[in-house]
């Protein structure tokens, strides 16, 4: 059974750097077709894709997001992690981090944690 558990601050300032680490148990983060992904979702709205990296290493970010964002992994650890730059109260979410099969939705999701921007 595969688990992720996201961890990080809970409080961010603006303008600051929000930064999450994601660690699995239950499956290696380097087996092959994985993409190990960041998800927020805001006050009120719907789920929004941040970016992956793959099981190979590579990373693709959401467009809307793509100067602010920066995912790595640490395959020691079995861990990847989220930073996102000059964060704005509208970055305030709870931001998930999931295990993505191929093309298909994501089939296993941390708990989630709230992260909330503000001075």
């Known amino acids: 059974q595969v688990q992720l558990q996201e961890s990080g601050p809970g409080l961010v300032k603006p303008s600051q750097t929000l930064s999450l680490t994601c660690t699995v148990s239950?499956?290696?983060?380097?087996?092959?077709?994985?993409?190990w992904s960041w998800i927020r979702q805001p006050p009120g709205k719907g789920l929004e894709w941040i970016g992956y990296i793959a099981y190979s290493g590579w990373t693709y970010s959401s467009p809307s997001l793509y100067s602010r964002t920066s995912i790595s992994r640490d395959t020691s650890k079995n861990q990847f992690t989220l930073q996102l730059s000059a964060v704005t109260p509208e970055d305030t979410a709870v931001y998930y981090c999931?295990?993505?099969?191929?093309?298909?939705?994501?089939?296993?999701w941390g708990q989630g944690t709230q992260v909330t921007v503000s001075s």
């Open positions: 239950g499956g290696s983060i380097t087996t092959n077709s994985y993409y």
């Open positions: 999931a295990r993505v099969d191929g093309l298909g939705p994501p089939d296993y």
